[in-house]
C-alpha cells in the first residue's frame, strides 16, 4: 500500500481535482522525480529484475516459442480457482482519496511536524517483502499463462476459455479504473472506446488483438495527463509492450505491463503528493478543533478513558510548576511542560530502570516522543565520551609535561622560575614584555633551525589553545560520523552498546595513552554508555535537562502566540540541525571566556541538538496543550458534551 515517508505514516491523500501539466505541477513534479521513479517503485519498477517465470522463455520469435514447447510444464489451475490480483489496483490507491485523508486523524496529526511529507509506496520491512513476493508471484503467473496461450492455444482455452479468470483481464479492468480517477470527467467517456477490456479479451482469444494499438493508445493518454518527466518512462512502456508483442517475447510483453502498473501508481501519487501541499495550510489550522471532536467522540462512545490522563496530570502539579521562572514563561501550561521536558529524558524512557507513565493523550505522539528521546540521548552518550575523553587527555598531557621537564639539560633546570624572564629576553627587545606569570609557562619539544634550549620555554598562545578546540572538535565530529556508520536499530541504546569499542578506540588515537590502556577505558566508557544507573550518565543528563528546560521556556514563551500555520512555519522552516549534526564551532556571540582546556573542548559540542530539541518539544507541546488542556486537564468531563461544528472548507 502507498504510505506516507518520514514517520512510519499510514495513510495518503488524493487531489481534489486532477489538473493537466501547469507550471506548478511540472516544478513539483522535477522535485519528486529527483530520486527517480524506479527508486520510489522497487517492486514494480522498469529495471526490475525477472526472475523466476519470466526468464524461462528466452525466445525471439514466435518460430523459436512454438519449438521450445516441450520445455515448459504449467502447472495445473483448477478452473474454480481465484484468479491473482493485480499488485496495484484502484482499491490499494483509495487510501490517495481526499475523502480518506480529511479524515483521518493521524495523518491530520502528523502533517503539523513534517515540512517534506510526501508518499511512496510501501516496500519497507515484512509487510514491504510480503507486497513484493505476492506482486512477484502475479507477474511470473502471467508470463506462464501469456506462454501457455502461444505453445498449446487449445489447452489454454481449455483452463481459462473466453472467461476473466485469468491474469490479463483482471490486470487490464485495474488500469482502466485507475486511469478512471486520473483524467477529468470529461475524459472518461474516451475509455470505454479505447480500452473495453471485452473487446480485447474477444480479440485476444481469436490471436487478432492489436496490442501495438492499445499501447500507443495508453500512451498517448498517460502523457496528456501525466508530468513531463514522466514522458520518458511511458515510452519505455510503448517499447516494451510493442517489442514483446512483434516477437512474442513474452518476458518483454510482461515488463511492459508492469512499467504500465508503475507508472499509473508513480502518478497517483504525483497528483497526491501535490495535494497534500495543497490542503496542509487548511488541514494545520483546522487541526486543534478536528481532533477534539475525534476524541470527544471516542470518550462519549467509552472507546478511550480520559481518568487515567486527568490522574497523570494532577499528580505532576503536585511536582511541577513552583519555578517562578517556568510560572513566567509557560503561564498555565507551567504542570504540562515541565513533565513533558522530563518524559523525554532516557533515564524515564520505557526502556529504562523506571516506569513513567505516558498518558494515552500522547497517542499520535508516540514517534515524536521517541524520538526526541533517541536524540537526546545520543546527546548525553556524545558528552560522556568527550568527558571520559577530556580526562584521558589530561591525564597524559600532565604525564607528557612531566617527560618533556625531565629531557631538559640540568643546567638550565637549575634556574629558578624565578628568573626564567631571563631566557625570554633574548627573544624580545622590549624588556617590558618578558615578564610573564612563571605558572603560565609551557615546555615545547618542538625546536626549529634558530632554536636554543632557551628558546623552548614558551608561553602558551592563542594558537595553543585553538589546536586544542581544533582536536576537540574533530574528535567529536569523527565520533558522530562512526555513529552514523553504525547499523540501524529499533534502540538506540543498543546501537551505542554495539560501538563502545569502536568508540574507545576513536577517542584513544586523539590521546597519547598507552595502548596497554585500550582494554580498560572501554570498560569504563561502556560502564556509562546508556546506563541511566551511572552516576556520570546522570550527571550529564540533569545537565542537558537544565539546558533543555532554560530554551524551552524561550520557546514556549515565542511561540504560544502563534496560529497553527504560523507555529508550523517557524518550528519547521527555521529548525536547526539535528543533534547528530557536525560540529561548526562555537556561537559568534558568546560572551563568557574559555580559559582552560575543559571548556575549549566543549565548545565542540555546546548545544548538543538541545535548541533544535526544544523547538519541537515545543511544537508537539503547544499543539498538544491546545487539544487536550479544557477536553481532559483541566476540564470536568462531565460538563463536556459537545464541540461547536466547523466544517471546513475543502
Known amino acids: 500500500m502507498s504510505e506516507p515517508r518520514p514517520n512510519s505514516h499510514d495513510e495518503q491523500i488524493q487531489q481534489k481535482s486532477t489538473e493537466t501539466k501547469t507550471s506548478s505541477t511540472e516544478s513539483e513534479e522535477q522535485k519528486y522525480g529527483q530520486t527517480g521513479p524506479r527508486h520510489l517503485l522497487p517492486v514494480h519498477g522498469v529495471n526490475a529484475t525477472t526472475n523466476g517465470g519470466l526468464s524461462r522463455n528466452p525466445s525471439t520469435s514466435s518460430n523459436a516459442s512454438r519449438d521450445s ?20 489496483t484502484k482499491a490499494t490507491l483509495s487510501e490517495l482519496d481526499v475523502n480518506k485523508i480529511i479524515h483521518n486523524p493521524k495523518l491530520r496529526h502528523d502533517i503539523n511536524f513534517d515540512p517534506d511529507l510526501h508518499f511512496r509506496p510501501n516496500v519497507d520491512g515484512e509487510k514491504g517483502r510480503r507486497k513484493q513476493e505476492k506482486a512477484n508471484q502475479f507477474w511470473n503467473t502471467l508470463t506462464e499463462q501469456l506462454q501457455l496461450f502461444i505453445v498449446d492455444r487449445d489447452e489454454f482455452m481449455n483452463r481459462y476459455g473466453q472467461g476473466e479468470d485469468w491474469c490479463l483481464p483482471q490486470l487490464l479492468k485495474s488500469v482502466k479504473e485507475i486511469i478512471q480517477t486520473l483524467v477529468p470527467q470529461r475524459d472518461r467517456m474516451y475509455l470505454d472506446e479505447g480500452l473495453n477490456v471485452e473487446l480485447i479479451m474477444q480479440q485476444f482469444s481469436r490471436g487478432i488483438a492489436d496490442l501495438e494499438k492499445l499501447a500507443s493508445w495508453l500512451s498517448g493518454v498517460l502523457k496528456s495527463h501525466c508530468a513531463p518527466m514522466r514522458d ?80 497523570w496530570y494532577l499528580t505532576m502539579s503536585q511536582c511541577y510548576s513552583h519555578d517562578p521562572a517556568s510560572v513566567q514563561a509557560f503561564g498555565e501550561m507551567g504542570v504540562f511542560f515541565e513533565a513533558l521536558c522530563r518524559m523525554i529524558l532516557p533515564s ?65 633546570l637549575s634556574t629558578p622560575f624565578s628568573d626564567a624572564s631571563g631566557f625570554l629576553s633574548s627573544r624580545t627587545e622590549d624588556d617590558d614584555s618578558a615578564h610573564s606569570r612563571p605558572s603560565s609557562l609551557i615546555f615545547s619539544s618542538a625546536g626549529s633551525a634558530h632554536s636554543s634550549p632557551r628558546a623552548s620555554l614558551i608561553l602558551p598562545t592563542a594558537n595553543r589553545l585553538e589546536d586544542q578546540q581544533t582536536k576537540s572538535k574533530n574528535l567529536y565530529n569523527s565520533l558522530v560520523a562512526l555513529l552514523q556508520t553504525s547499523p540501524s536499530s529499533s534502540r538506540s541504546g543498543t546501537r551505542w552498546k554495539a560501538m563502545k569499542d569502536s568508540l574507545a578506540l576513536q577517542i584513544f588515537r586523539f590521546t597519547n595513552a598507552p595502548a596497554q590502556d585500550l582494554l580498560q577505558f572501554e570498560d569504563e566508557l561502556d560502564s556509562h554508555l546508556s546506563e541511566p544507573l551511572s552516576p556520570l ?114
Open 232 to 311: 520518458e518512462w511511458v515510452d519505455e512502456m510503448y517499447n516494451q509492450l510493442t517489442n514483446g508483442n512483434k516477437t512474442n517475447d513474452m518476458e518483454e510483453l510482461v515488463q511492459g505491463m508492469r512499467s504500465l502498473l508503475s507508472v499509473l501508481e508513480a502518478m497517483k501519487l504525483d497528483v497526491a503528493n501535490h495535494q497534500i501541499r495543497c490542503l496542509r495550510p487548511i488541514l494545520i489550522e483546522d487541526t486543534v478543533h478536528f481532533e477534539q471532536r475525534f476524541f470527544l467522540k471516542k470518550i462519549q462512545d467509552r472507546k478511550m478513558n480520559p481518568g487515567s490522563a486527568q490522574a
Open 69 to 88: 514447447r516441450i520445455v515448459f510444464e504449467f502447472p495445473q489451475r483448477s478452473r474454480s480457482s481465484r484468479p491473482l490480483e493485480p499488485p496495484v
Open 348 to 412: 524515564t524512557g520505557p526502556f529504562s530502570h523506571s516506569d513513567t507513565y505516558v498518558p494515552d493523550t500522547f497517542v499520535f505522539d508516540e514517534e515524536r516522543m521517541a524520538k526526541l528521546r533517541s536524540d537526546m540521548l545520543d546527546a548525553i552518550n556524545l558528552e560522556i565520551c568527550m568527558r571520559l575523553y577530556e580526562e584521558l587527555e589530561r591525564k597524559y598531557r600532565y604525564c607528557d609535561s612531566m617527560s618533556s621537564m625531565s629531557a631538559i639539560p640540568t643546567p638550565f
Open 537 to 650: 550518565f546522570r550527571q550529564v543528563e540533569e545537565y542537558y535537562h537544565h539546558h533543555l528546560l532554560v530554551e524551552l521556556r524561550q520557546r514556549v514563551k515565542d511561540f504560544k502566540g502563534l496560529t497553527g500555520a504560523a507555529l508550523f512555519s517557524v518550528a519547521t522552516g527555521g529548525r536547526l540541525h539535528g543533534p547528530n549534526r557536525a560540529w561548526d564551532g562555537p556561537h559568534e556571540n558568546m560572551s563568557r571566556e574559555r580559559t582552560s582546556l575543559e571548556n575549549a573542548i566543549r565548545e565542540a559540542r555546546e548545544e548538543g541538538g538541545v535548541e533544535d530539541m526544544a523547538t519541537r518539544l515545543a511544537h508537539m507541546g503547544l499543539l498538544h496543550w491546545r487539544v487536550w488542556s479544557h477536553l481532559v486537564y483541566a476540564a470536568d468531563l462531565e460538563s463536556i458534551t459537545t464541540v461547536p461544528d466547523m466544517p471546513m472548507a475543502i
